[in-house]
T-cell receptor, first 111, second 110 residues
Framework: EAGVAQSPRYKIIEKRQSVAFWCNPISGHATLYWYQQILGQGPKLLIQFQNNGVVDDSQLPKDRFSAERLKGVDSTLKIQPAKLEDSAVYLC?????????FGPGTRLTVL | EDKVVQSPLSLVVHEGDTVTLNCSYEVTNFRSLLWYKQEKKAPTFLFMLTSSGIEKKSGRLSSILDKKELFSILNITATQTGDSAVYLCAVVGSSNDMRFGAGTRLTVKP
């Protein structure tokens, strides 16, 4: 069974630039999550989708972050414009039930 | 506000030692508690606990949940250098949203 795929694996940008991350969940998993993990901290949920609908985006900084999950499969997370404090690993996860399966993450460095 | 608190934040032991990692939580509409191991990449699943007092065991690792006192422990016996990692505790609410603790960084020295 293929796992959760994410790209790119690494991204370096300057502050005020835009960036987008892509996630392809495990086939058949209805729920998709985006997490932000800052160095030394646990992952923080940014947004949760059930199929292509948003279940929870209460911790998503909506002035600069956006996410979509068209057709209920792949998802993209965008940051525009980026700030220094956005430097983190962005993890995508998917699930059928309670257990979530994580992708390898995208490490974002904002200079 | 929901929260998950892990302790200690970091721990250094020698091979062969036994360690106990703690996770306490305050979450509305609790469904389950999960433990993950995170090395350099994505978290990998260890255990899911939903019922109090029932120990889950996998090799040298074991975990138990106390829903009355709102905590869980993860035990690792006869530690090895390969156990060095960050151990994350996460609590799942009614909509399958998962809130993570900050993690415990375990270092096992040879």
């Amino acid at each position: 069974e293929a796992g959760v795929a994410q790209s790119p694996r690494y991204k370096i940008i300057e502050k005020r630039q835009s960036v987008a991350f892509w996630c392809n969940p495990i086939s058949g998993h209805a729920t998709l999550y985006w997490y932000q993990q800052i160095l030394g901290q646990g992952p923080k949920l940014l947004i949760q989708f059930q199929n292509n609908g948003v279940v929870d985006d209460s911790q998503l900084p909506k002035d600069r972050f956006s996410a979509e999950r068209l057709k209920g499969v792949d998802s993209t997370l965008k940051i525009q414009p980026a700030k220094l404090e956005d430097s983190a690993v962005y993890l995508c996860a998917s699930s059928l039930g309670v257990e979530q399966f994580f992708g390898p993450g995208t490490r974002l460095t904002v200079l | 506000e929901d929260k998950v608190v892990q302790s200690p934040l970091s721990l250094v032991v020698h091979e062969g030692d036994t360690v106990t990692l703690n996770c306490s939580y305050e979450v509305t509409n609790f469904r389950s508690l999960l433990w993950y191991k995170q090395e350099k990449k994505a978290p990998t699943f260890l255990f899911m606990l939903t019922s109090s007092g029932i120990e889950k065991k996998s090799g040298r690792l074991s975990s138990i949940l106390d829903k009355k006192e709102l905590f869980s422990i993860l035990n690792i016996t006869a530690t090895q250098t390969g156990d060095s990692a960050v151990y994350l505790c996460a609590v799942v609410g009614s909509s399958n949203d998962m809130r993570f603790g900050a993690g415990t960084r375990l270092t096992v020295k040879p």
